[in-house]
Nanobody, 115 residues
Protein backbone atom coordinates (compact mmCIF):
# COMPACT_ATOMS: atom_id res chain seq x y z
CA UNK A 1 0.00 0.00 0.00
CA UNK A 2 1.05 3.57 -0.70
CA UNK A 3 -0.31 6.58 1.14
CA UNK A 4 -0.26 10.03 -0.48
CA UNK A 5 -0.67 13.34 1.33
CA UNK A 6 -0.98 16.60 -0.58
CA UNK A 7 -0.35 20.14 0.59
CA UNK A 8 -0.03 23.61 -0.87
CA UNK A 9 -3.46 24.40 -2.25
CA UNK A 10 -5.23 27.65 -1.59
CA UNK A 11 -6.67 30.82 -3.03
CA UNK A 12 -4.63 32.85 -5.50
CA UNK A 13 -5.32 35.65 -7.93
CA UNK A 14 -5.14 35.12 -11.67
CA UNK A 15 -1.57 35.22 -13.02
CA UNK A 16 -0.31 34.14 -9.62
CA UNK A 17 1.61 31.02 -8.64
CA UNK A 18 1.20 28.08 -6.30
CA UNK A 19 3.29 25.02 -5.55
CA UNK A 20 1.65 21.74 -4.66
CA UNK A 21 3.50 19.03 -2.78
CA UNK A 22 2.73 15.36 -2.31
CA UNK A 23 4.53 13.01 0.05
CA UNK A 24 4.32 9.24 -0.42
CA UNK A 25 4.75 6.68 2.33
CA UNK A 26 4.34 2.94 2.67
CA UNK A 27 5.43 0.64 -0.17
CA UNK A 28 7.11 3.43 -2.11
CA UNK A 29 9.56 0.98 -3.71
CA UNK A 30 6.68 -0.18 -5.93
CA UNK A 31 5.95 3.24 -7.45
CA UNK A 32 6.54 3.46 -11.20
CA UNK A 33 5.19 6.95 -11.78
CA UNK A 34 3.71 9.89 -9.87
CA UNK A 35 1.66 12.77 -11.00
CA UNK A 36 -1.21 15.18 -10.61
CA UNK A 37 -4.80 15.09 -11.74
CA UNK A 38 -7.55 17.63 -11.18
CA UNK A 39 -11.31 17.73 -11.09
CA UNK A 40 -12.89 21.02 -12.05
CA UNK A 41 -16.46 21.82 -10.99
CA UNK A 42 -18.91 19.78 -13.05
CA UNK A 43 -16.12 18.00 -14.92
CA UNK A 44 -14.48 14.59 -14.81
CA UNK A 45 -11.09 14.09 -13.26
CA UNK A 46 -8.35 14.84 -15.80
CA UNK A 47 -4.62 14.44 -16.08
CA UNK A 48 -2.51 17.49 -15.34
CA UNK A 49 1.04 16.12 -15.37
CA UNK A 50 2.87 12.87 -14.70
CA UNK A 51 6.50 11.86 -14.30
CA UNK A 52 7.85 8.32 -14.62
CA UNK A 53 10.75 7.04 -12.58
CA UNK A 54 13.04 7.49 -15.58
CA UNK A 55 12.22 11.17 -15.71
CA UNK A 56 9.89 11.30 -18.70
CA UNK A 57 6.99 13.69 -18.29
CA UNK A 58 3.55 14.16 -19.76
CA UNK A 59 1.47 17.34 -19.52
CA UNK A 60 -2.06 18.28 -20.42
CA UNK A 61 -2.06 20.74 -23.33
CA UNK A 62 -3.89 23.28 -21.20
CA UNK A 63 -1.00 23.56 -18.70
CA UNK A 64 2.04 23.22 -20.95
CA UNK A 65 4.43 26.11 -20.46
CA UNK A 66 2.75 27.13 -17.21
CA UNK A 67 3.02 24.10 -14.90
CA UNK A 68 6.12 22.08 -14.06
CA UNK A 69 6.19 18.69 -12.39
CA UNK A 70 9.21 17.52 -10.42
CA UNK A 71 10.11 14.67 -8.11
CA UNK A 72 12.44 14.15 -5.20
CA UNK A 73 13.01 10.41 -5.11
CA UNK A 74 14.96 10.60 -1.86
CA UNK A 75 11.90 12.11 -0.17
CA UNK A 76 9.35 10.07 -2.15
CA UNK A 77 7.73 13.34 -3.12
CA UNK A 78 6.25 14.94 -6.20
CA UNK A 79 5.67 18.63 -6.76
CA UNK A 80 3.65 20.76 -9.14
CA UNK A 81 4.80 24.33 -9.71
CA UNK A 82 1.89 26.26 -11.16
CA UNK A 83 2.56 29.66 -12.73
CA UNK A 84 0.38 32.08 -14.66
CA UNK A 85 -2.69 30.59 -13.06
CA UNK A 86 -6.06 31.15 -14.68
CA UNK A 87 -9.56 31.00 -13.21
CA UNK A 88 -10.16 27.85 -15.26
CA UNK A 89 -7.41 26.13 -13.27
CA UNK A 90 -9.75 26.17 -10.27
CA UNK A 91 -10.16 22.55 -9.21
CA UNK A 92 -9.44 19.94 -6.61
CA UNK A 93 -5.96 18.65 -7.37
CA UNK A 94 -5.17 15.01 -6.62
CA UNK A 95 -1.79 13.39 -6.23
CA UNK A 96 -1.47 10.07 -8.05
CA UNK A 97 0.97 7.19 -7.88
CA UNK A 98 1.06 4.04 -9.98
CA UNK A 99 2.67 0.68 -9.35
CA UNK A 100 2.49 -2.48 -11.46
CA UNK A 101 -0.62 -3.61 -9.61
CA UNK A 102 -2.38 -0.57 -8.15
CA UNK A 103 -3.29 3.07 -8.54
CA UNK A 104 -3.16 5.31 -5.49
CA UNK A 105 -4.76 8.68 -4.84
CA UNK A 106 -4.34 11.42 -2.30
CA UNK A 107 -7.26 13.09 -0.61
CA UNK A 108 -7.10 16.16 -2.84
CA UNK A 109 -6.28 19.80 -2.26
CA UNK A 110 -8.40 22.72 -3.40
CA UNK A 111 -6.92 25.34 -5.72
CA UNK A 112 -9.05 28.41 -6.34
CA UNK A 113 -7.97 31.09 -8.82
CA UNK A 114 -9.85 34.37 -8.64
CA UNK A 115 -10.18 36.69 -11.60
Amino acid sequence: QVQLVESGGGLVQARGSLRLSCAASGSTFSIMSMGWYRQRPGKQRELVATMHNGGSTNYADSVKGRFTISRDNAKNAVYLQMNSLKPEDTAVYYCNANSNWAVYWGQGTQVTVSS
